[in-house]
């Protein structure tokens, strides 16, 4: 770790003023070294307060990528200020040859689109946009469920940290409150001949502290942020970080890890009344079962449906009678 990143450490965790001698003392450097350490923070953005006895770190919500890293040492973050699209960000980070895993993080996302190329509101500042890079090196069969992964690192990381219990719509969607929060988008690049997958994205459009009258007038019923009111009591880095630290752990633990289980048991779509489009024509049914593959099993009175993600789109969603 940097000097500047132990000094930056140090400073968030007192929560108070520190002076220059025991920021010395505690990292075993020169007064000279926290100075300039300081100094090359404040140009990156960060901002403290300067008093006789010393210095305070002063809070604000910046994307930082040693705040989202911290505990996951595999894991190496970029952030940006604007992108057009992280999942793009990924791709071309892919193709320089960047080792994953690999995550970007935008405060801004001007092109963010999520299945079936559906726009995603973005809201700077407010709203957490990023990708991640993997590079699993596995054929199609052996590919670990990786939306389903994310969606339930989501709700887990949502849940340590705040008293809210979030809801999943198959397959990809959280929804807190009936609306739609966060939107997750999984793309995977396979050898043509090997059938190998070599790299899979994960995007994620969460939105964080956006207030309810700010999102677009379509939007209103449909979606909302986790902090609706716009103030929320902690960083988009807390969250970001926790977010990725349940998905790795889940990972590791496969194949033992029965994430199924706690999949299921946040879904909504799961015993009601849902209609779909296949093929060109609508059906109606109630949705029984998620299966071990990740497919949602609906009972219509035509047939029962195993369905794929890719296959279709659900159109409503409501109680059994």
């Not at 969607?173 to 899979?200: M, N, P, T, W």
């Amino acid at each position: 770790m940097t000097t500047k990143a132990q000094v930056l450490k140090l400073l968030k965790q007192s929560n108070t003023t520190l002076s220059g001698e025991k920021i010395a003392q505690k990292l075993a450097i020169s007064r000279t070294a926290v100075w300039k350490a300081i100094k090359e923070l404040e140009k990156g953005g960060y901002t403290f307060e300067h008093s006789k006895t010393g210095y305070r770190y002063l809070p604000q919500d910046r994307l930082d990528d040693l705040a989202i890293a911290t505990g996951l040492p595999d894991l190496a973050v970029a952030t940006k200020d604007i992108s057009e699209s992280t999942m793009k960000d990924a791709k071309l980070a892919q193709v320089s040859g960047v080792k994953a895993p690999f995550l970007v993080v935008a405060d801004m996302q001007t092109a963010a689109h999520g299945r079936f190329n559906r726009p995603f509101f973005a809201q700077k500042g407010e709203g957490i946009y990023m990708s991640l890079l993997l590079t699993p090196n596995q054929s199609f069969a052996e590919l670990p469920q990786y939306t389903i992964l994310a969606a339930v690192a989501v709700c887990q990381a949502i849940e340590k940290l705040t008293p809210y219990k979030p809801e999943i719509k198959w397959v990809n969607d959280i929804y807190l409150d009936g609306r739609k929060i966060c939107g997750i988008l999984s793309e995977a690049q396979s050898d043509f001949e090997s059938g190998i997958i070599s790299h899979v994205i994960i995007g994620m459009g969460l939105n964080f502290a956006i207030a309810q009258e700010d999102f677009p007038a379509d939007l209103q019923t449909k979606a909302t942020s986790l902090f609706a009111d716009g103030t929320a009591p902690f960083e988009r880095n807390l969250l970001i970080h926790e977010i990725w630290q349940h998905f790795f752990a889940l990972l590791a633990a496969l194949p033992q890890q029965d994430f199924l289980t706690e999949y299921r048991k946040r879904s909504f779509v799961l015993g009601q009344n849902v209609s779909f489009n296949q093929n060109g024509q609508t059906y109606s049914g109630i949705a029984q079962d998620i299966t071990d593959e990740g497919q949602l099993v609906v009972k219509t009175p035509q047939q029962t449906f195993t369905l794929n993600s890719g296959e279709i789109s659900l159109s409503a969603i409501g109680k059994t009678k």
